[in-house]
């Protein structure tokens, strides 16, 4: 306290951003201890129109404070035995600002020429979150439909750690137009610094598993069994 003010402190946390953890919370983490740089594909990717599943996911919360979770939502989509990640936000951000980061994307998505049913990690605040909805649309003249994931998730970071195989074998494509994008390389440092038992935010890696894991569920159910039935009604 006798060499800073708070609003001092304040303002060097707010310009680490996703480093202030490291740099000024003794909690020093290693680059690059589960995923590498150079899982990280970048390519010119196809029309969002011609993609066979695309959809979005948000991995969501309340609190905008300085010490909170980032916030993530990410556009995925699969396209000949790939998945791709095609535009994302991914930082600390309150509800009206999530909500609009939707209405953004659905005009992105408009002006593709594509659409893309929109997921949500379904918690218990649920009903206040669509609440945040309601009211933008009486801004916005339409409504979004979020669909909430009401899968029973097994714990945060072995989820994470289960797509690892899908960037190893450079299934995993970023648009090349992202490279450079902030709220990707928020998310790419959040790869980077993963582990297991580490403590360092990993919602924009959350975000993508949710997206994943939903998008393999749609492949599984489109793709008929051995005996030639279709598997419509299957659930992983």
């Not at 909500?99 to 206040?128: G, Q």
């Not at 490279?179 to 403590?199: A, H, M, N, S």
């Not at 159910?221 to 051995?226: A, Q, R, W």
């Amino acid at each position: 306290p006798e060499a800073y003010t708070n609003e001092q402190v304040n303002m060097m946390y707010a310009l680490a951003g996703e480093e202030a953890e490291t740099e000024y919370d003794n909690n020093p983490t290693a680059d690059g201890k589960e995923w590498l740089e150079e899982y990280f594909i970048y390519r010119k990717l196809p029309p969002l129109s011609k993609y066979q599943f695309l959809l979005s996911y948000l991995d969501s919360g309340f609190k905008k404070t300085q010490y909170s979770d980032t916030k993530a939502l990410p556009l995925l989509g699969y396209y000949q035995g790939e998945f791709h990640l095609r535009w994302i936000m991914c930082r600390n951000a309150d509800m009206p600002e999530q909500v609009d980061w939707h209405y953004n994307l659905d005009d992105f998505l408009k002006r593709s020429n594509a659409v893309a049913p929109m997921y949500m990690e379904e918690v218990f605040l649920t009903d206040l979150i669509y609440e945040d909805f309601d009211a933008a649309r009486k801004i916005r003249g339409y409504t979004l439909h979020l669909e909430g994931d009401k899968r029973k998730k097994p714990d945060k970071r072995l989820r994470i750690k289960s797509t690892l195989g899908v960037f190893k074998r450079k299934k995993f494509i970023i648009d090349e137009r992202l490279e450079d994008d902030p709220d990707w390389i928020t998310c790419k440092r959040q790869y980077l610094k993963f582990t297991v038992t580490g403590k360092y935010k990993c919602d924009g890696p959350d975000a993508i598993e949710g997206g994943l894991f939903l998008l393999n569920q749609m492949i599984r159910e489109d793709v008929p069994p051995l005996t030639g039935q279709p598997r419509r009604n299957s659930r992983l």
